[in-house]
């Protein structure tokens, strides 16, 4: 049995050398350019790929279904189908193998190999006539194609839309499609709008119950404690509250016995005189402001009061109107939750102090 050799005889660790460090000043620092937005692609993109019904058409006798699906294809050869849409410049590409596919159909004296482009679109146009014309009635608009070769999509010509061809219950067919730029939307809008979206009618909104809100600076509401009171700055009136769904839209409402009823529709906040119901309230008024010019200390926090909140399903959200009255009991003794940029901070009662009403503090977050 081997012996390890003692301690005393075994070489000593070699240490690693540390890893240089470079001065950060040798360093040059390259700018940060971000990548244009191509505003007319993005219009054109929302367009096809908003929820939308397959379109349904017949690709050389076979029944088949276009679906628009933002899932691109690595760029990779196929067929380029040069047409025209109304007398514009348009183009297609597919698959080489499902071009040959289509092409088979055609009867045996023509062969595509030895076809000119122009000859070849000519006889794709007669091998997919019934779809195209169904198309052209849809869109209202003539289609002639006019050239048909293998090529790879010039991604410089402008944005490509990418759709998935079914046949007849078959796995997918990547393909893009080149729109012409004046009436690309108009197209995809004319091939079939989507149903409307369902199946959220049980999404939960929140809606919250308010009362007043005002503005303080950051050192003002550390120096809180338990038994201060807090005037409003701005408020919905005695027995008045506001109801604030989902942070966004606002809606007078009045506060009784037999609960919060509202007194108008929800509409937008923002820019409104319910502003101050909403939690961004401060952000909103310090929108484009230097920062260098206002000191931490200084900083507005804006506190907002509530009465209360529930979460409704979308679908009774999109029937509040005047009258309705919110299933949210009013609070004993006019307790609040008092909100700081959106996040709890404590509560409070409502109390009248002179002609202003505000809320005297019963509890702070880490004070007990």
Not at 54 to 65: E, I, K, N, S
Not at 127 to 155: F, N
Not at 283 to 289: D, L, M
């Amino acid at each position: 049995m081997a012996r390890r050799p003692p301690a005393a005889d075994m070489p000593a660790p070699r240490k690693r050398a540390a890893p240089r460090r470079r001065p950060v000043g040798s360093r040059q620092a390259a700018p940060f350019v971000p990548v244009a937005l191509d505003v007319a692609a993005m219009q054109l993109w929302n367009a096809a790929y908003r929820l939308r019904r397959p379109w349904y058409t017949q690709l050389a006798g076979v029944p088949a279904h276009i679906i628009f699906a933002p899932r691109p294809v690595p760029a990779a050869p196929g067929v380029v189908v040069e047409l025209t849409i109304a007398g514009r410049p348009a183009a297609a590409w597919v698959p080489a193998a499902f071009a040959e596919e289509v092409l088979a159909a055609l009867p045996q004296q023509f062969d595509p190999a030895r076809l000119s482009p122009q000859h070849l679109a000519m006889l794709a146009e007669f091998a997919t006539l019934p779809g195209l014309r169904a198309l052209e009635d849809q869109l209202g608009a003539a289609i002639v194609l006019v050239s048909l070769q293998s090529q790879v999509p010039d991604e410089r010509r402008g944005p490509w839309v990418d759709v998935r061809i079914v046949r007849d219950g078959r796995e997918e067919v990547p393909a893009r499609l080149l729109l012409p730029p004046e009436t690309g939307e108009e197209i995809i809008a004319a091939l079939g709008d989507g149903p409307s979206p369902g199946g959220h009618d049980d999404l939960p909104c929140s809606v919250a119950v308010r009362i007043g809100a005002t503005a303080l600076a950051v050192a003002d509401v550390v120096s809180l404690r338990v038994g201060d009171a807090v005037l409003f700055d701005a408020t919905a009136g005695p027995d008045a509250a506001v109801a604030v769904v989902a942070d966004c839209l606002a809606a007078p409402a009045v506060v009784g016995e037999a609960g919060i009823r509202l007194e108008d529709f929800p509409r937008p906040a923002a820019g409104s005189m319910l502003e101050w119901c909403m939690t961004t309230a401060a952000q909103n008024e310090g929108h484009g402001a230097d920062a260098e010019d206002t000191a931490l200390a200084m900083v507005p926090v804006h506190l907002v009061f509530e009465l209360g909140r529930i979460d409704l399903p979308l679908a009774e959200v999109q029937r509040l109107a005047p009258g309705v009255t919110l299933p949210l009991a009013v609070p004993v003794a006019g307790e609040v939750d008092i909100l700081g940029n959106g996040r709890r901070i404590g509560r409070g009662v409502m109390v009248r102090i002179g002609e202003s009403i505000g809320v005297r503090i019963v509890r702070l977050a880490g004070h007990g």
